[in-house]
C-alpha cells in the first residue's frame, strides 16, 4: 500500500470535517493507501509536523481553511522531494479551493483530492514565509486574523465583512516604494496592496484581475492609492469587485520579484494569517513548485 499522511484542523470553518472523518479514511484505504493522522493542535504545528514526517510519503492529504493549506504547503516547501498535495477545503471563504475548483462537498472534495487531476502551481516566498495564494497589506488586511474564530464559524464569510464595516472609518495608508525585476518602481500613499496567485481573494472573484494562470511563475500585483475624495473612493471600490471602472488610483502589473519599502513597519497578511510587519521585503514567486490535486477538466 502506498503512504498518505493526513492533517486535518478540527476548528476550521465549522468543524464539519470531524463529521466525515470515517468516510475519507474509508475511502483512503479503498484506494490502496496506508493513512498517518494529524489534527493540527496550534498555529504553524502543521508545518513543522510536515517537515518532520512527510519524508517519504506518497502523498500528503490537508483538510482545512487556507491557513491551514499555508502551514502544510510552507512544510513541504522545506522537503528534498514534495510528495503530492490533496486539499479537502473546510474553512469560511476557501480561496484557494475554488481557483482550481475544489467541490465544496467535502466527499467529493476527497475523491479529487485522490482521483483529481494533478497540476503545477506556483508558491510565493515572503522572507522566510510562504504564501499559496496572497499576500496583502493595507485596509481591512487585518480582517481575516482578528475576526474570532467563533464568528466566522456562525456567519461564514458574512463575518469578514461585518468586521471590515466596522474598521471603515480608521483607513490609514502606507508611503511604500516598488521595485520590480524588470527596474520598474512605483512610490506612493497606498490605502491597499495585494500580490497574488487566485481567482478570487476573501470570496470575492474577479478582485484578482482575469485571465489568471497558477502556474506561470508571475504574481498578479494590485496597489490602491489613497482616494481623493469620497466619489474616487466609490470608483475605487467597484473596480476592486470586478466592475469596468478606470481610475488612477489603481495600479496594477504582473511579476516575478518585487521588494516593498517603506520608513515604517507595515502589517502583512498571507493566507489569511498575520505575516509579520516588516520595513522592507523581498517577494518571490517560485514558479510550479508544488503538484496538487485539483478539479480542473482534463480536457482544459
Known sequence: MKNLLFIYNPHSGKGIVKEYLSDIFDFFVKNDYKISVYPTQERLDAREYII????????????????????????????????????????????????????????????????????????????????????????FTDVSYMTPQEMKNLLGHSAYLIDAITKITSLRTYHMKVSCEDGNIVEDDFLYGMITNSISVGGFKGITGKNIVLDDGYFEVMLIKKPKNAIDLNIILGAI??????????????????????????????????????????????????????????KN
Open 241 to 298: 469587485l470586478g466592475m469596468d471602472f478606470k481610475t488612477e488610483s489603481i495600479v496594477s502589473f504582473k511579476a516575478s520579484e518585487i521588494v516593498f519599502e517603506s520608513n515604517e513597519k507595515v502589517p502583512w497578511v498571507l493566507d489569511g494569517e498575520y505575516g509579520g510587519s516588516p520595513q522592507k521585503i523581498k517577494i518571490v514567486n517560485n514558479k510550479q513548485a508544488i503538484k496538487i490535486m485539483s478539479g480542473i477538466s482534463k
Open 52 to 139: 518532520n514526517n512527510a519524508y517519504g510519503s506518497d502523498m500528503v492529504v490537508c483538510s482545512g481553511g487556507d491557513g491551514t493549506l499555508n502551514e502544510v504547503i510552507s512544510g513541504m516547501m522545506e522537503l528534498p522531494e514534495r510528495p503530492a498535495l490533496g486539499y479537502i477545503p473546510a474553512g469560511s471563504t476557501n480561496d484557494f479551493g475554488q481557483s482550481i475548483k475544489i467541490p465544496k462537498s467535502i466527499l467529493e472534495a476527497a475523491d479529487v483530492a485522490i482521483n483529481g487531476v494533478p497540476i503545477m502551481v506556483d508558491v510565493g516566498n515572503f522572507g522566510k514565509r510562504n504564501f499559496v495564494y496572497v499576500a496583502a497589506f493595507g485596509a
